[in-house]
């Protein structure tokens, strides 16, 4: 499953991060949109991965809640999710909050595996497979469930960099608002990042939050 985990990741970072538009907003005002992943109880029910059409995460969650309304799986499948995370981002000189998708082209699905419960997932319209070995498809580890609720629950949004080291940025909050640079260094714990500014013409190094730059 982690080799799983690892795919997700890598498909998130090779497709360009999709922001969720005002025509999602009425499937994310919906109960199980809003909803976090649950402990788990003892019994055989499971969180599965399902892989679907990227950017049609939403409507794939509406198509499968409707067939398990229904054909009356609802002791079978308990909760389908698409697992989002707010982002800040700078752009143009401002700051805005986008709710983005974790693992564009996945939604989590709860529930017991069956023949009757895989046929009625695996069918619905949009989807394309369950993630797995081969044909079998492999529950989420309980800390990988963890962890993706960690990711839903976080207090502070994460902040998308859209610079990296050796590029030329602007600074846009400030003493050295307006001013140009080239980045230095990054550190992602601390959100700082380092910028090589000509003050007076000597190259001097200036710390910033990610949020008082922006690619130049």
Known sequence: MA???????EDRQEQPEEEITTSDQEDLDSPVGQETLPDEEADDRAW???HCYSGYENKVRHNLE??????????LIFDVVVP?????EVKEGKRRTVERRVFPGYILVNMVMTEESWYVVRNTPGVTSFVGMGNDPVPLRPEEVS????????????IKVTFKQGERVRIVDGPFNDFRGTVDEIDMERAKVRVMVNFFGRETPVELDFLQVEKA
């Open 66 to 75: 409707q067939r398990i309304e229904t054909m009356g799986m609802k002791n």
């Open 147 to 158: 962890s993706i609720i960690k990711r839903m629950e976080a207090d502070a949004p994460r």
């Open 48 to 50: 599965y991965v399902v």
């Open 3 to 9: 080799e799983a985990c690892v795919k997700m990741e």
């Open 84 to 88: 989002t995370e707010e982002e800040i």
